[in-house]
Nanobody, 126 residues
Framework: QVQLQESGPGLVKSSQTLSLICTVS??????????WSWLRQPPGKGLEWMGV???????YYNSSLKSRTSISRDTSKNQFFLQLSSVTPEDTSVYYC??????????????????WGQGTQVTVSS
């Protein structure tokens, strides 16, 4: 059973960089049949896919967020990370890390992902 846990600050100031950690247990983030995504859900809106980390470290991003988003990893800690720069109050969301079998890009259907973190609320203050 794969488990994911998001962590990071719940409050970020406008113009700063939002940084989150997803800690994975139960399998390795270098396992070839799994891919690791970040998604978010703003209040009152649907899920937005932000990007994905493949087993080999390659990354793919939502084109609308690409200029501000970076996903990286620490294989020694079995963690992957999200950085979102130049945040505004519109980036206020619940942020999720999730795991899918196979590399999927742009998918917001919850059923596509086999495992989810519990989500972490991030509020951006103006």
């Amino acid at each position: 059973q794969v488990q994911l846990q998001e962590s990071g600050p719940g409050l970020v100031k406008s113009s700063q960089t939002l940084s989150l950690i997803c800690t994975v247990s139960g399998d390795s983030i270098t396992t070839s049949h799994l891919a690791w995504s970040w998604l978010r859900q703003p209040p009152g809106k649907g899920l937005e896919w932000m990007g994905v980390l493949a087993y080999d470290g390659s990354t793919y991003y939502n084109s609308s967020l690409k200029s501000r988003t970076s996903i990286s990893r620490d294989t020694s800690k079995n963690q992957f990370f999200l950085q979102l720069s130049s945040v505004t109050p519109e980036d206020t969301s619940v942020y999720y890390c999730a795991c899918a079998y196979g590399l999927r890009t742009g998918v917001t259907d919850r059923a596509t992902y086999a495992y989810w973190g519990q989500g972490t609320q991030v509020t951006v203050s103006s």
